[in-house]
Every structure is written in C-alpha cells, then in structure tokens.
Nanobody, 115 residues
Framework: QVQLVESGGGLVQAGGSLRLSCAAL????????MGWYRQASGKLRELVAI???????NSADSVKGRFTISRDNAKNTVYLQMNSLSPEDTAVYYC?????????WGQGTQVTVSS
C-alpha cells in the first residue's frame, strides 16, 4: 500500500510563489510516475505536471515556464515549485503516483491566490 503525504499549500498574493511537497510512504517501486493534478471549484481535475523515476517531465501548457516539478528518489518525494502565481491557479492540488498499474492520490492541499 502507498500513502501520500502532501504539504506546502496556502494563501499567496498574485505574482508570489509556493512550493508543494509530497512524500510517498509504504511500498514504493523504483519505477513509477509521480506528479500533481489540481481541481478548481466547479471544474474537473486536471494534470499540472508529472515526472518519471528517470526524470522525464510533462506539464500543462498553462503552467509551462512558471511551475517546475522535481523529485528526490532517495526520499520518494516529489516537489512542485510554483512561481508567478495567478488567481487562475487557485485550486486543490493533489499528489499522484502511478506504479505497477495502480493509481494513488494524496488528500489534497489548498492553494489560494489572491488578486
């Protein structure tokens, strides 16, 4: 079983930065995909960014150039550095792990960007 523990959400003014962290606990494979999704109020959950255990990344066009995903394989932790935040980034951000054909989700952390 895998448990994801997120931290780093909060309230920030437009133009500011936040860093999200997610530690994966339990039976963690050496080969997996870790990442972040978000869900704004009244909208569907959407991909923000993902990163493979080999370091390949993919991210949504809306966050390219502003958000950076990274991971520490020794700590089974994924990070999301968010810069130049705008009110449109306000959402609950969910950590995500895909390994051995199974999807795992964190409990979500709220990010609110005020204008």
């Amino acid at each position: 079983q895998v448990q994801l523990v997120e931290s780093g959400g909060g309230l920030v003014q437009a133009g500011g930065s936040l860093r999200l962290s997610c530690a994966a606990l339990g039976s963690i494979s050496s080969y997996n995909i870790m990442g972040w999704y978000r869900q704004a109020s009244g909208k569907l959950r959407e991909l923000v960014a993902i990163i493979t255990s080999g370091g390949s990344t993919n991210s949504a066009d809306s966050v390219k150039g502003r958000f950076t995903i990274s991971r520490d394989n020794a700590k089974n932790t994924v990070y999301l550095q968010m810069n130049s935040l705008s009110p449109e980034d306000t959402a609950v951000y969910y950590c995500y792990v895909l390994q051995r054909g199974n999807n795992y989700w964190g409990q979500g952390t709220q990010v609110t960007v005020s204008s």
